[in-house]
């Protein structure tokens, strides 16, 4: 059985890797999720649901489709046909992987200088 974190500490965890991206912001929204946004362009949002913790991130097509041929991805309501992407109660070993993901869905957001300098940090 996979140990999933909990609550708490996913929140934690997601809040780490995304304000570790430079100008990113939360906002906690009309629902209660915690949204992360750069720039005024959301591309992470998470937040307690009926079947634990869900987090979405922004994605292309392209990655939505691997993705959604794996397990634990499906696609967002409401905003899935603009690539967003969404993991129900990730568990430790998604970690790897979803910190790249939520990269990738900061700098399809960020405005090019920010990109920019996030490759020249991250030697890209």
Request: glycine share 6%.
């Amino acid at each position: 059985m996979m140990k999933s974190l909990d609550t708490a500490d996913t929140i934690e965890t997601v809040r780490k890797i995304c304000l570790s991206l430079p100008e990113a912001v939360e906002h906690i929204d009309g629902f209660g999720h915690n949204t992360f946004k750069i720039n005024g362009k959301s591309f992470v949002i998470s937040g307690e649901n009926k079947k634990g913790f869900g987090l979405s991130f922004k994605s292309d097509r392209e990655t939505q489709e691997l993705l959604l041929q794996k397990e634990h991805y499906y696609k967002t309501p409401y905003i899935g046909q603009h690539g967003w992407v969404s993991i129900q109660n990730p568990a430790e070993e998604n970690w790897d992987e979803l910190t790249d993901l939520i990269q990738e869905a900061y700098l399809r957001a960020a405005p090019k200088r920010l990109v920019k300098q996030w490759n020249e940090l991250n030697n890209k």
